[in-house]
């Protein structure tokens, strides 16, 4: 046991002392931000700001419903409160290009469209939409080809008034005029979200999206950063003969023990470092918004319960990976081989982050319970889950204790892996060898 604690604080105190581990420690809440909420920020700028310009409708449906969608457009651009802002402040703005529209007849919307494509590889207009009976139908189908059809915020507001314009015409030709049915066909809404758990009310449920997803990808990238260490630390005690000193007076599994305890050590350290940054932070965000009258939203209801489970889902994350992580760093010779034999690894880590986006959709779905239970991926998504909505207890149990497992096995293994492979040098072994190291270590 003397020999474990003296493992656990060097790796400890090695770590901790370091400059870099201040200035991550210091700049990380920022750097987190930095690459969560920027591109956020900027996703919605750019949608805001995307224009349709140059723009034309072939109209095949008879009913001028090509003349209302270019309408719609125009009034949408006209009240767009950046252009508002900017024409207030005295802007020069250049003026609205106006959208041709192209009456076509049935039997003449291919050549219409062979024209329209010409125009847009010879650069006249940027695209073009057709609209006939199908888009008049229940389907309200239409056509956009065009060398912007990639952008996003441009087709959504394309969609978005083609869609005003069936209703108000729709509206028009139930017997409603033309000045009320583009009124009615203006209507905006802003549903407020608010979770209500078996306590009682918890808040905003898009800042509980908001709050699951931080968690889930600060998870994710602790047990890389801190996993990655570990097969660092290994590789370069094994190459630099330091492990054949060290295992003479010390056995390998206390040593992997250690090793994986003390970077962990370092790891929790961190985050109660920001966790506690963030709730001061928060708090005095919160009091000042208050005090001002600018109170728009609450912080996530966080229990007991929860912040325990979001700490042994780390721990125990952590030490599933770290002990496959270490593994890796004892069967290799180099930082290549290293690399390369790791990515099985890394693969269960990017299996679990890229599912975050579809279980934020639904947290309570089929795919979200799944990935919750899996030891490999509750780490990261059951935090998310908890954070999304109320779990049962049998779930998180579940959950707990099948990772527990995991982290055995893994440890398990990779005591063996580690045991034998630390003093072998050479060629990086074989599947059939790694199963031989693991029977008979």
Known sequence: MDRLIAVIKREYLERVRTKWFIIST?????????????????????????????????????????GRVARTLRDRAERDPARVAAVTAGAALDSLADTQVIPTALSEVAAAESTATADV???????YMVIDSATM??????????????????MNQIEAALRAALVSQRLEAAGINSERADSLSRVRTDLQAERI??????????????????????LYMMIILYGQNILRG??????????????????????????????????????????????????????????????????????????VALVLYFLLGYTFY???????????????????ASQPVMMLLVASIIMVQPIM?????????????????????????????????????????????ACIGSIWVSARIYRVGLLMTGKRPTMKELMRWIRYA
């Not at 089929?366 to 030891?375: E, K």
């Open 137 to 154: 139908s229940t389907n309200s189908k239409a056509r956009y080809a065009g060398k912007n059809a990639s952008s996003i915020g441009e």
């Open 361 to 405: 959709t639904n947290p309570t779905g089929t795919l979200g319970t799944v990935m919750s239970l899996l030891p490999f991926s509750s780490p990261i998504i059951m935090p998310l889950v908890m954070s999304g909505t109320q779990i049962p207890a049998w779930q998180l149990a579940t959950s707990l204790a099948g990772l527990v497992v």
């Open 26 to 66: 210091v700049f990380g809440p920022v750097f987190f931000a930095a690459i969560m909420v920027v591109p956020g920020l900027l996703t919605v700028r750019n949608m805001r700001e995307a224009q349709v310009t140059d723009f034309r409708i072939i109209d095949a449906t008879g009913t001028g419903l090509g």
């Open 121 to 127: 590889m010879a650069g006249v207009t940027r695209g």
């Open 234 to 307: 290994v590789l370069e005690e094994k190459t630099t003969r330091v492990a054949e000193v060290v295992i003479s007076s010390i056995s390998p599994e206390t040593l992997l023990a250690g090793k994986v305890i003390g970077v962990g050590a370092v790891g929790l350290t961190q985050q109660l470092i920001w966790l506690a940054f963030a709730v001061g932070v928060g708090t005095y965000g919160m009091g000042m918004a208050a005090a001002t009258g600018q109170m728009t939203f609450t912080l996530p209801h966080v229990t007991a319960l929860q912040l």
């Open 322 to 340: 770290a002990a496959l992580f270490a593994a890796v760093g004892a069967m290799c010779s180099s930082q290549e081989e290293a690399t390369q």
């Open 197 to 218: 758990t078996s306590k009682g009310r918890g808040g905003s449920g898009l800042v509980s999206a908001i709050f699951g997803f931080v968690i889930a990808f600060l």
